[in-house]
């Protein structure tokens, strides 16, 4: 529709090319695993009309699988388009982590770290969301569960000069995010501004503007 998400995903092959459309506006309509998307849009079990109105009929689980993967491949490619449409040299870009539990032992960024749902007892992975001064989500990368959310800070602004091509923009995030160390070890040396709130008595004035 108007958003360009159709344009977006007229690349991927034309068996999963309906099917990946399902996937991102089903997460959107009701969150859940893989396996209760799969089941939603089964036509014998659907909780929506999602399955008809793409088309989409009964399908193997396999077949969502296939369409993941696909996207995991393209992802590189549709950030860059969003990229594009949405950032620029010179704009603000809003980036915040957060983190979600995992029950499964195979995950390799699965660990132990800060808990921000309260599940203390299970290892997580976090996840950094990059957006455009307006809100809309522009890239997303995924971290060790242990990383700690400054650390984070530098491997985005790799991704907005190298594969987005922008050298200067304007960062804005929270005080856990930019810290003082960060701005003096990695803000400055790459010529960003940057937004924040530091802490009382951290030799800063809040902003790099």
């Known amino acids: 529709g108007r958003c360009g998400l159709a344009k977006l995903l ?3 092959p034309a068996p999963v090319r309906s099917l990946v459309l399902a996937l991102v506006v089903a997460r959107v309509l009701e969150p859940g ?3 209760a998307t799969w089941r939603s849009l089964q036509p014998e079990c659907a909780t929506h009309s999602l399955s008809q109105v793409l088309g989409l009929g009964a399908f193997e689980a396999e077949r969502l699988y296939a369409a993941l993967d696909w996207l995991g491949e393209a992802q590189p490619r549709i ?3 969003l990229a594009r449409q949405h950032l620029g040299d010179g704009v ?3 980036y915040d982590l957060t983190s979600t539990w995992v029950t499964g032992r195979h995950c390799a960024l699965a660990h132990y770290g800060y808990s921000r749902d309260g599940k203390r007892d299970d290892p ?4 950094g969301l990059l957006c455009a001064a307006d809100g809309c989500p522009v890239a997303v990368e995924v971290f060790a569960g242990n990383t700690a959310d400054p650390a984070t800070l530098a491997a985005q602004i790799d991704k907005l000069r190298q594969r987005f091509g922008l ?5 804005v995030g929270d005080r856990g995010m930019i810290t003082s160390a960060r ?7 790459a010529g960003m501004s940057w937004i924040t709130a530091l802490r009382s008595g951290s030799g800063g004035n809040g902003t790099g503007l």
């Open 10 to 12: 007229d690349s991927a």
């Open 33 to 35: 695993s893989k396996l």
């Open 79 to 81: 950030e860059r388009s």
């Open 92 to 94: 603000l870009v809003l």
């Open 124 to 127: 997580q992975i976090v996840f």
């Open 167 to 171: 050298s200067q923009v304007v960062w």
């Open 183 to 189: 701005i003096d070890q990695v803000l400055r040396p």
